[in-house]
C-alpha cells in the first residue's frame, strides 16, 4: 500500500484538505513515470506534506562551455536534477506564495548542477528559482501541473526567451538561447532526444 492511501479515510478540512488532494495527485500521476519521482521533506502536524523534493531523471542543459574561438558556447548536460516545493502556511490563499526552486545540493551534500533555462534563474542570490504563475496554484491548478510543466521546461517544450512579458527569469540564460542555441540547432536536438526517447 502506499503512504498516501493511508490518509485517504480521514476526514480533512480547509487546508488539509488541499493538501492531502495535492499529495493524491502528484503520487497518482508520477507512480509509474520513470521520469520524476518525489519525497516529502517536511509534514505538518497531521502529516501532510508541506515541502516536497522532485527528482527530474530527465537530460537538459547545465550549463556552457567556456567560448570557443568563434565565441561559441556549447551546452553542457546532465541527467537528474532536484527541485524543492515549499507550501506557506496560507496555502492555498490567493496571496499564498508556492515556491519551486532547483537545488544545488542532495540531501546528503553531494553538489549537482541546476537546469539551464531562461525561465529558471541560474545567477545570484535566487540561483534556482523556478518562473511559474503560482498565484494561479490553489485556485485553478494543482501542484502536479507544475512539476508536468517544470518537465516542459527541462525538456525545452516550452521556453520563453524574448525580453517581452512574462520575461525570462535569467536573462543571460535567454541571450544564449537567441543568439546561440536556437541558431545553432541546439534546442531542436535536445527536443528530438527527448521524442527519440519517449517512455
Known amino acids: 500500500m502506499r503512504e ?44 501532510l506534506p508541506v515541502v516536497y523534493e522532485v527528482v527530474f531523471n530527465i537530460r537538459s542543459f547545465c550549463g556552457v562551455e567556456e567560448p570557443d574561438a568563434n565565441g561559441l558556447q556549447r ?9 524543492r516545493i515549499n507550501i506557506p502556511n496560507n496555502y492555498p490563499g490567493v496571496d499564498s506564495r508556492l515556491e519551486f526552486k532547483f537545488l544545488s545540493k542532495t540531501a546528503t551534500g553531494i553538489e549537482i548542477p541546476h537546469p539551464w533555462h531562461p525561465n529558471i534563474r541560474y545567477f545570484g542570490d535566487f540561483a534556482g528559482l523556478v518562473c511559474l504563475n503560482t498565484n494561479a496554484c490553489g485556485s485553478y491548478t494543482d501542484l502536479s501541473f507544475y512539476i508536468n510543466r517544470v518537465v516542459s ?11 517581452t512579458p512574462p520575461y525570462p527569469q535569467d536573462n543571460k540564460v535567454a541571450e544564449w538561447v537567441l543568439d546561440q542555441a536556437e541558431p545553432n540547432g541546439w534546442i531542436k536536438e535536445l527536443q528530438e532526444y527527448h521524442t527519440s526517447h519517449k517512455q
Do not use: T
Open 153 to 163: 521546461y527541462l525538456k525545452f517544450e516550452k521556453y520563453h526567451a524574448l525580453n
Open 75 to 83: 551546452p553542457l548536460f546532465h541527467d537528474e536534477f532536484i527541485m
Open 4 to 47: 498516501v492511501e493511508q490518509y485517504k479515510d480521514k476526514h480533512f478540512i480547509g487546508r488539509n484538505a488541499r493538501l492531502l488532494n495535492e499529495w493524491m495527485s502528484i503520487d497518482e500521476r508520477y507512480m509509474h513515470n520513470p521520469e520524476v519521482s518525489y519525497i516529502i521533506r517536511k509534514r505538518n502536524a497531521e502529516g
